[in-house]
Every structure is written in structure tokens, then in C-alpha cells.
């Protein structure tokens, strides 16, 4: 099965803004929870957000009010935008899909898999 690549990573200034783009093209792509996480050099990969198949979105403390989940089933298309960016958030972005039956949340990290290329963020101060 084929693994997500993510898109749209880039150096911003703090306070700045990105928009990540994920292309799934699974067949089922309206019908799985999908999320994304980040792991900071040197550091755990940690969620950060969650998009079920009914719009349910869930996130990370650390990211509520800045950053936001969305999805286009037409697309086959997962995004991720981010707003008032600060250096904590430097980090190695994942889009994943999850494989094992639990909570879509990016507190359960363990049931997402097939974990593919990243796209790279980085907030300078």
C-alpha cells in the first residue's frame, strides 16, 4: 500500500503562516481517519492532528487555535494549515493514515502506519 508524502514545508519567520498539502490516493481515502505528526530533530514524534472520516478533528494542545486540519475527498487530499507559527514548531511534518481500529486522535499514534517521506518546517525567531 502505498504511504503518504507530504508537501509544503518551508522556513518562515515567527508569527508566519504555511499550508501542508497530503495526497492519498487510496481508493477509501474519504472513509479513514487521517493525521498528521511532527518530530523535531533530536526528539520524539509526537500528534498533531486528526481528521476523521465525518469531520471530527481533534488536535494537540500545543497547536489548538493555530493550526487546522481539513480535508477534500475530491482530491484525495489532506492539508494541514498553519498559523502564528513559533520556532517549537520546527519540526519534521508526517501525514499518516490509520491502520488499526481506535480513536482517531493524534494521542494515538500507535494505530497510524506506513509512515513516508516528510516535509520539513522550520520558524525562526
Known amino acids: 500500500e502505498a504511504q503518504l508524502v507530504a508537501s509544503g514545508g518551508g522556513a518562515v519567520q515567527a508569527g508566519g503562516s504555511l499550508t501542508l498539502s497530503c495526497e492519498d490516493p487510496?481508493?477509501?481515502?474519504?472513509?479513514?481517519?487521517l493525521g498528521w505528526f511532527r518530530q523535531p530533530l533530536g526528539k520524539e514524534r509526537e500528534g498533531v492532528a486528526a481528521l476523521d472520516h465525518d469531520g471530527t478533528a481533534k488536535y494537540t494542545d500545543s497547536v489548538k487555535g493555530r493550526f487546522t486540519i481539513s480535508r477534500d475527498n475530491a482530491k484525495h487530499t489532506l492539508y494541514l494549515h498553519l498559523n502564528n507559527l513559533n520556532p517549537n514548531d520546527t519540526a519534521m511534518y508526517y501525514c499518516?493514515?490509520?491502520?488499526?481500529?481506535?480513536?482517531?486522535?493524534?494521542?494515538?499514534?500507535?494505530?497510524?502506519?506506513?509512515w513516508g517521506q516528510g516535509t520539513q518546517v522550520t520558524v525562526t525567531s
Open positions: 487510496g481508493y477509501a481515502f474519504s472513509s479513514y481517519c
Open positions: 499518516v493514515r490509520q491502520r488499526k481500529p481506535a480513536t482517531c486522535s493524534p494521542a494515538q499514534q500507535w494505530s497510524f502506519g506506513y
